[in-house]
């Protein structure tokens, strides 16, 4: 069964340093969303792509995030410099181009962040 | 603006008993709704979904909800819990265009006493 892959699974990191993350959606799926969960609360939509194109980046903290997906395939999530209160579990979600699924979308195992 | 409110933070049942998840939304228009379970340190895995067709949906592991618009509710329910139940389960809200947000609630965590 085809599934959306993350990497790193963990990170730990420093107060100021940069990190990254990646996605691969499911193969064929143009829509690819990354959200991001604070512990005890539900995710929140930080960016939404179609294809290569950003749809939503409105709750991107666009002074230290940063998002691509070059080729409208995979993803990379960046942060630069980490602070203490980015320390979540970062999901990556991708949904079919058009198949009457609506909105459904499938996830990731997610990588959690620590920030010392 | 659309929202979802679930309440009670923690639930607690017996394993066997009835689950009950309870979930409202807010919506303009017609709304979608799902419900998502969450196990320790992985990603969220859709359970059902509403999407205007039965209002009584049935899911993957026994679970099923009903949409009753006259009370903007759509709660999650199992007849009979088990031990792998123990998760946090998510109610989510969209309008169902391609590009419309999906807003999740703030989750529910499900405890299953032995």
């Known amino acids: 069964e085809a599934e959306v892959a993350q990497s790193p699974r963990y990170k730990i990191t420093e107060k100021s340093q940069a990190v990254a993350f990646w996605c691969d959606p499911i193969?064929?799926?143009?829509?690819l969303y990354w959200y991001r969960q604070i512990l005890g609360q539900g995710p929140e939509l930080l960016v939404q792509?179609?294809?290569?194109?950003?749809?939503?980046d409105s709750q991107l903290p666009k002074d230290r995030f940063s998002a691509e997906r070059l080729k409208g395939v995979d993803s990379t999530l960046k942060i630069q410099p980490a602070e203490l209160g980015d320390s979540a579990m970062y999901l990556c979600?991708?949904?079919?181009?058009?198949?009457?699924?609506?909105?459904?979308?499938?996830f990731g195992p997610g990588t959690r962040l620590t920030v010392l | 603006a659309q929202s979802v409110t679930q309440l009670g933070s923690h639930v607690s049942v017996s394993e066997g008993a009835l689950v009950l998840l309870r979930c409202n939304y807010s919506?303009?228009?017609?709304?979608?709704l799902f419900w998502y379970v969450q196990y320790p340190n992985q990603g969220l895995q859709l359970l059902l979904k509403?999407?205007?067709?039965?209002?009584l949906v049935k899911g993957i592991n026994g679970f099923e909800a009903e949409f009753k618009k006259s009370e903007t509710s759509f709660h999650l329910t199992k007849p009979s819990a088990h031990m792998s139940d123990a998760a946090e389960y998510f109610c989510?809200?969209?309008?169902?265009?391609?590009?419309?947000?999906?807003?999740f609630g703030k989750g529910t965590r499900l405890h299953i006493l032995p």
């Open positions: 979600a991708s949904s079919p181009r058009d198949s009457g699924l609506r909105n459904e979308q499938f």
């Open positions: 989510a809200v969209t309008q169902g265009g391609r590009d419309d947000k999906i807003i």
């Open positions: 193969s064929g799926h143009a829509t």
């Open positions: 509403y999407t205007s067709a039965a209002t």
């Open positions: 919506s303009s228009v017609p709304p979608y």
């Open positions: 792509f179609q294809d290569e194109s950003v749809v939503d």
